[in-house]
């Protein structure tokens, strides 16, 4: 490395940006997700699980239903039709049926790079 | 030490003393790649620790945590990009960012020079120089090959060089 290389570095290391202070820090804090109590967090879950056995549930009939009939293309459309506003009912009443978490596994786009 | 406070008991003080270490780097590199626009670089740099706060638990301590972090803060501003319909990786294309730098002096001329390197060679600098990772460290944080990494070093340097004696 010769003397002009050693300099930029040099240069670079003494003019390094890097701003600090406590503010941020609070403003960072603060902007964290809350703490949910264990009872809160219980309820949750217990509402999540309900919900995804709920959709579970219509699956199952679906199949069922599927599985007894003739199982052509109209039985598939009669299930749909059943199926489509079972699903926007259930939603409607009880909240999404299959929890973010689990549809981003599925489909894992969107702002969340992870 | 602080994570398995983090992690184990939700300390939050303890997350606190982990802003309060690494904020420097976050938001200096950060600063760096947006021009020197500071109220923006801040939002991505909260967003970069938040985003770290919820993922600490998937920190394996495989990479040095300024690392991880780096990474995290890189993937916040290609993020942003994207957003912007911009470009969504670090190009190698001449860089349009003007600083926006009230320091005097070798400051400024140092943060203009910075910003009319193509964003890829900036930020090898800026995470290489300024905030002391290895090549390997910053190749990691950058998700890019060692080699790329060394060559957008060796270019990034001649350049400014260059502008810094123009």
New interface residues.
Partial sequence: MDD??ES??Q???E??????D?G??????T???Q?LPNAAISRRIFADTTRFAIALVLIAVAFLWFLAGPRGGESIVAILLFLLPAFAAAARVCGPLIPRSVLRLVWPRG???? | MLIARIVHA?D?RA??EL??RH???V??FL??MLGGD?DLA?DL??ET???A???LRTYRGGAKFPVWLCAIAA?EL??EWRRRKRRAEFSDDEAFDRPDTPEPG??RD??TGLAQLPEAQRAA??LC????LTHEEAAAALDCPLGTLKSHVARG?SR??AW?EA
Avoid: C, Y
């Avoid at chain 1, 941020?24 to 804090?29: A, D, I, K, N, Q």
């Avoid at chain 1, 702002?111 to 992870?114: E, F, K, L, V």
């Avoid at chain 2, 120089?129 to 002391?132: A, D, K, R, T, V």
């Fill in positions: 002009s290389e930029i570095t240069l670079l290391r003019n390094a940006l890097a701003p600090r406590s941020f820090t609070r403003r960072v804090l902007a964290l997700p703490r702002r969340d790079w992870r | 939700d939050r997350f606190g802003v309060q904020q420097g780097m938001r200096g600063r760096r500071a801040d740099a909260q620790f938040i985003k706060h919820r993922a993937n290609r993020a070798m400051q140092i943060a600098l800026v120089f300024e905030h002391g340097k400014l060089r810094l």
